[in-house]
């Protein structure tokens, strides 16, 4: 059955340069293979993150992935000191305080690569 395998989402990239570089030195990921239409790298837990060349790129504005992390707070200062932008929302849905929401089962936060993708940074309580 699926629900027994890991599954490796595949985010989408009008300019695969300038996410391959985001997600190497921004995000701090290795590369695990490339082509001129991919760019797959590692992630925990022998997980992997592929980015895909498209002409049309991503048009949703939600999470298209997300990490599960043990210590949020200290992950999002290893991402800010990279110069990554964590989000701030302020929406009768969500509000962040630091970038940071708190759903009461987790505390959430999001960035968004050059592809538009959003990506979330979780830890479960």
Known sequence: MLGDHPIEPILLATDLKASRDFYVE?????IESESE??????????SRLTVSASTTGTAD???????????????????RARGVEIMEYDTPELKTVDGI?????????WFVDPGKNALGVDQYT
């Open 101 to 109: 929401v708190d759903t009461g089962d987790a505390l959430h936060a």
């Open 26 to 30: 921004k995000v701090g990921l290795e």
């Open 37 to 46: 239409n991919a760019v797959t790298f590692r992630c925990g837990g022998g």
């Open 61 to 79: 504005e939600q999470t298209q992935a997300a990490w599960r992390v043990d210590d949020l707070a200290s992950e999002l200062a290893e991402l």
